[in-house]
């Protein structure tokens, strides 16, 4: 049974798949009736439930990849446009925290097709190989090794805009766009190497970028949720675009 999924997975991703697709809902998956006049506090528990779910190890028989952590293969955030003069380039990223998401509220606006929700998540680590080469502060900074980016109490607002297709006769969501708001209370930042090891100038300059982490990442913000909207749209659109809709919000 492991064998097959795998698999199927596999040669989807060479989207050599045939439509429809198959797919099966874990037993403890939380589904929500889109008449219940509790919709909105219903979502919120699937949500939350969802996350906790895919966590580590994905739901394979749902096309859902593993979110806790969160690998992703590059992330490229262009330069800032007050303290932060640089493009930082990332690869081998992985992203710690998600499966312990508290979700606060959802809304699905049936009509416009636009799901919002908001979840709250006290720790949010990136660990990744970092390659940047430019300017924070007005200080000239370049270097490449490992980075620890660390966010707390993190509020993370989803916006997903919904647009309906056909399909063999049955009606499924493709993602139209994905807007991410992320808001951490605290940031803690680590960069190794800096400056081809110098390690007295990387420590002063580390301690500058942690002692400002306000500034500077409220000039990364937009970039930063923009690369992990991208991730998120793709998760998602993986999800909707095999299976209907009618499986997800029952009538
Ligand atoms: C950083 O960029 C500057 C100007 O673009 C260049 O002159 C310099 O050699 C670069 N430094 C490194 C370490 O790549
Ligand atoms: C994060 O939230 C917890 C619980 O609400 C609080 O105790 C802690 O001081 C907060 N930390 C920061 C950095 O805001």
Redesign the pocket.
């Known amino acids: 049974m492991k064998l097959v999924l795998l698999v199927a997975i596999f040669a989807n991703s060479a989207f050599t798949h045939k439509f429809p697709f198959t797919y099966k809902f874990p037993e403890n998956f939380h589904t929500c009736h889109v008449t219940d006049p509790q919709l909105d506090n219903c979502l919120k528990i699937t949500i939350e439930n969802a996350l906790r779910l895919i966590g580590s190890t994905g739901i394979p028989s749902l096309y859902l990849r593993a979110i806790d952590p969160l690998k992703v293969t590059k992330i490229e955030i262009g330069a800032g446009t007050n303290a932060v003069n640089l493009v930082q380039k990332y690869s081998d990223v992985s992203l710690h925290g998600i499966a312990s998401s508290k979700v606060e509220n959802a809304h699905l606006d049936i009509d416009r097709k636009v799901l919002t929700f908001e979840i709250f998540i006290p720790s949010l680590t990136q660990e990744a190989h970092y390659d940047i080469?430019?300017s924070i502060l007005v200080v000239?900074v370049?270097?490449n090794g490992k980075s620890v980016q660390k966010l707390f109490n993190v509020t993370v607002i989803s916006t997903i805009t919904f647009e309906e297709e056909t399909k063999n006769g049955e009606s499924y969501f493709k993602v139209q766009s994905y807007k991410l708001s992320i808001d951490p209370r605290k940031g803690e930042y680590r960069f190794d190497n800096m400056f081809?090891g110098d390690e007295r100038l990387g420590a002063t300059i580390l301690k500058t970028l942690n002692d400002n982490w306000k500034a500077i990442y409220d000039d990364i913000r937009s970039g930063l949720e923009g690369a992990y909207a991208a991730v998120f749209k793709s998760i998602t659109n993986g999800f909707f675009s095999k299976i209907p809709n009618g499986e997800i919000f029952l009538k």
């Open positions: 080469n430019g000239p370049y270097g081809d």
